[in-house]
Nanobody, 124 residues
Framework: QVQLVESGGGLVQAGGSLRLSCAASGRTFGVYAMGWFRQAPGKEREFVAAISRSGGSTPYADSVKGRFTISRDNAKNTMYLQMNNLKPEDTAVYYC?????????????????WGQGTQVTVSS
């Protein structure tokens, strides 16, 4: 098992930046592909970005491509999401997730472990 804790959320104006972190404990972090998802009020939880175990593959949702960057530091058991040029529609609770599968996944059903989430609010 692995435990995940997100941090770094907050309130920011449109056009601003935030960096989210996801700290993992428990089983070796490097065996998991990781992902970021978000859920806005009244909406389904949606895929944002994912990263393979080595960090070599990083798919993104079209809505964040070019603005968000996912990365990981396996030595620190931590994953990051750098979010630039934030828009009001990015407002949501952001969740990190770990997948024990052998391939990177963009669907939440392939993720086995989830953090509690961190709120990101972007004002216009």
């Amino acid at each position: 098992q692995v435990q995940l804790v997100e941090s770094g959320g907050g309130l920011v104006q449109a056009g601003g930046s935030l960096r989210l972190s996801c700290a993992a404990s428990g089983r070796t972090f490097g065996v998991y592909a990781m992902g970021w998802f978000r859920q806005a009020p009244g909406k389904e939880r949606e895929f944002v970005a994912a990263i393979s175990r080595s960090g070599g593959s990083t798919p993104y949702a079209d809505s964040v491509k070019g603005r968000f960057t996912i990365s990981r530091d396996n030595a620190k058991n931590t994953m990051y999401l750098q979010m630039n040029n934030l828009k009001p529609e990015d407002t949501a609770v952001y969740y990190c997730a770990a997948s024990g599968g052998t391939t990177i996944a963009t669907s939440r059903r392939f993720y086995d472990y989830w953090g509690q989430g961190t709120q990101v609010t972007v004002s216009s």
